[in-house]
């Protein structure tokens, strides 16, 4: 199935992103993050829970001073005085969130569920009372039962509700299983847009999330480096290139500042990057072994699906114990050494050793004392 309408991000960072445990943003790092994500054109930005305090809701208030082209909304539980806090913010948009599965409307609201429906309409109705756009959050909505998600929607849109945001809280779904659901509920209430928000647990977010979007989901909810809850939600980088790469679909997000988004928010939120994270992981674009460096010296799209300058990154050649000479060659033409294949072969012995001994690829200048102390090379012609 092609996707073929609009594809909105409703970027998390702030919220659920800061949710991740441990992970605290000062005003400045905000506020930086936001005009980050608008100078990529990313179209809504979640940037708080106002009913956390004053500290939060002055922090979200600078964000609405800045006067960004990204609509600014709040997170909030489905109640007036939550709703009326975001108000005081000066947004225009809220999330109100409601738990939709039995499981936690039993065992953690101790309701049923005519009093979530009831909840819904009233906080609904004072947040459009006061024209506010309003996205509806459905927690834990991937364990509910599908009929009871289709009446919420048909209250949220008879009520003038503006999207229904299915979550898989839990992040237990796979994404056969997301297409369908999001599927069902797009035929079965097409008047209202729909959201995905999906959690790494299982490793599945990026995943689901593009499932989502090829049901019909024109929002989805991400995170720069993937962060948030536990094992965290899908990756703003991952998402905005899987669609690109993976379904030939181009967001409008400009993407050569994702290395330096990432590493700022890695920074900011004291949780490093692996090298090897995808998309925007320092050695993604490393190439080592004799048959893929070969290959990627003579045309990078041998072994690159895509452009490392898209997001901000260089290639490299690395060095190391599955090496071909090939590669220790443009290694060395890089630090420019011109060696030559009878050259390059009692070198690659002795990377190979080094390499071994030290259980990693060589540095230049590991390289460099090798070239030095290697005096039975011959003349290059």
Same mark, same amino acid.
């Given at each position: 199935?092609?996707?073929?309408?609009?594809?909105?991000?409703?970027?998390?960072?702030?919220?659920?992103?800061?949710?991740?445990?441990?992970?605290?943003?000062?005003?400045?790092?905000?506020?930086?993050?936001?005009?980050?994500l608008?100078?990529?054109?990313?179209?809504?930005?979640?940037?708080?829970?106002?009913?956390?305090?004053?500290?939060?809701?002055?922090?979200?208030?600078?964000?609405?001073?800045?006067?960004?082209?990204?609509?600014?909304?709040t997170?909030?539980?489905?109640?007036?005085?939550?709703?009326?806090?975001?108000?005081?913010?000066?947004?225009?948009?809220?999330?109100?969130?409601?738990?939709?599965?039995?499981?936690?409307?039993?065992?953690?609201?101790?309701?049923?569920?005519?009093?979530?429906?009831?909840?819904?309409? &009233?906080?609904? @109705?004072?947040?459009k009372?006061?024209?506010?756009?309003? =996205?509806?959050?459905?927690?834990? +909505? %991937? /364990?509910?039962?599908?009929?009871?998600?289709?009446?919420?929607?048909?209250?949220?849109r008879?009520?003038?509700?503006?999207?229904?945001?299915?979550?898989?809280?839990?992040?237990?779904?796979d994404?056969?299983?997301?297409?369908?659901?999001?599927?069902?509920?797009?035929?079965?209430?097409?008047?209202?847009?729909?959201?995905?928000?999906?959690?790494?647990?299982?490793?599945?977010?990026?995943?689901?999330?593009?499932?989502?979007?090829?049901?019909?989901?024109?929002?989805?909810?991400?995170?720069?480096?993937?962060?948030?809850e536990?094992?965290?939600?899908?990756?703003?980088?991952e998402?905005?290139?899987?669609?690109?790469?993976?379904c030939? &679909?181009?967001? @409008?997000?400009t993407?050569?500042?994702?290395?330096?988004? =990432?590493?700022?928010?890695?920074? +900011? %939120? /004291?949780?490093?990057?692996?090298?090897?994270?995808?998309?925007?992981?320092?050695?993604?674009?490393?190439?080592?072994?004799?048959?893929?460096?070969?290959?990627?010296?003579?045309?990078?799209?041998?072994?690159?699906g895509?452009?490392?300058?898209?997001?901000?990154?260089?290639?490299?050649?690395?060095?190391?114990k599955?090496?071909?000479?090939?590669?220790?060659?443009?290694?060395?033409?890089?630090?420019?050494?011109?060696?030559?294949?009878?050259?390059?072969?009692?070198?690659?012995?002795?990377?190979?050793?080094?390499?071994?001994?030290?259980?990693?690829?060589?540095?230049?200048?590991?390289?460099?004392?090798?070239?030095?102390a290697?005096?039975?090379?011959?003349?290059?012609?």
């Amino acid at each position: 199935m092609t996707i073929d309408h609009d594809i909105i991000i409703d970027d998390t960072t702030l919220r659920d992103g800061e949710q991740t445990a441990g992970v605290v943003f000062s005003k400045r790092e905000k506020i930086a993050i936001a005009r980050m994500l608008d100078a990529i054109g990313v179209g809504e930005i979640e940037c708080g829970i106002p009913a956390m305090g004053e500290e939060e809701r002055s922090g979200i208030r600078s964000l609405v001073d800045l006067g960004l082209n990204a609509r600014l909304i709040t997170w909030n539980r489905a109640l007036v005085p939550e709703i009326e806090a975001s108000i005081a913010c000066g947004v225009g948009a809220v999330d109100i969130s409601l738990s939709v599965s039995d499981q936690m409307i039993t065992h953690k609201l101790r309701k049923n569920r005519d009093a979530v429906k009831e909840q819904l309409k &009233v906080a609904l @109705g004072f947040a459009k009372q006061h024209n506010l756009y309003v =996205s509806v959050g459905g927690e834990d +909505a %991937s /364990r509910a039962d599908m009929a009871f998600l289709v009446e919420l929607m048909k209250i949220t849109r008879a009520m003038g509700g503006d999207r229904f945001r299915f979550c898989d809280t839990l992040g237990i779904m796979d994404p056969f299983t997301m297409f369908d659901k999001v599927a069902f509920l797009r035929r079965a209430v097409p008047e209202i847009d729909i959201e995905v928000h999906t959690h790494n647990d299982l490793g599945m977010a990026t995943a689901n999330a593009i499932a989502g979007i090829r049901a019909g989901a024109k929002y989805v909810n991400t995170t720069i480096n993937g962060l948030g809850e536990r094992a965290g939600n899908a990756a703003l980088e991952e998402v905005v290139m899987g669609l690109k790469h993976a379904c030939g &679909v181009d967001t @409008g997000i400009t993407t050569h500042r994702f290395r330096e988004m =990432s590493l700022f928010v890695a920074t +900011a %939120s /004291r949780r490093p990057l692996s090298v090897s994270k995808p998309v925007v992981g320092k050695r993604v674009f490393a190439h080592e072994s004799g048959l893929h460096a070969d290959g990627v010296i003579k045309d990078p799209r041998n072994y690159e699906g895509f452009d490392p300058a898209e997001v901000g990154l260089t290639r490299s050649i690395a060095v190391g114990k599955h090496s071909g000479t090939g590669g220790l060659i443009e290694r060395y033409r890089g630090m420019g050494i011109s060696v030559d294949r009878t050259q390059a072969a009692p070198l690659l012995e002795l990377t190979r050793v080094m390499s071994c001994q030290r259980k990693r690829d060589l540095t230049n200048g590991e390289l460099m004392a090798i070239y030095c102390a290697e005096e039975t090379l011959p003349k290059a012609a």
